[in-house]
């Protein structure tokens, strides 16, 4: 991955040409008087898209419904939760 390194001023003066930057896979750093404070990055891929890629590679098998439900394994007994059955036993 490329990574770009520039100033505060540098980067409000070309905003527009730094997001093409990172559109494109680079990794921008952001430095104030040298100093880097922040990091420009391209938006990560959905996991639709990730799936998808999968699928072509042959590497997944979908038929893009969602799965079904499994059965608990443990059923609780009497009233409380299972949350408050946990707090109960951290005291």
Do not use: F
Not at 7 to 34: D, Q
Not at 48 to 64: C, K, P, Y
């Amino acid at each position: 991955m490329l990574q770009v390194t520039v100033g505060i001023r540098e980067l409000k003066r070309h905003l527009s040409s730094y997001i093409r930057e990172a559109r494109s896979g680079a990794s921008v750093i952001i430095t104030n008087r040298g100093e880097p404070v922040a990091r420009l990055m391209p938006m990560g891929r959905s996991l639709e898209e990730r799936m998808g890629d999968l699928v072509d590679a042959g590497l997944l098998g979908w038929s893009g419904k969602k799965l079904a439900g499994i059965t608990p394994v443990v059923h609780r007994q009497g009233q409380q939760s299972v949350a408050d059955l946990l707090l109960e036993d951290r005291e």
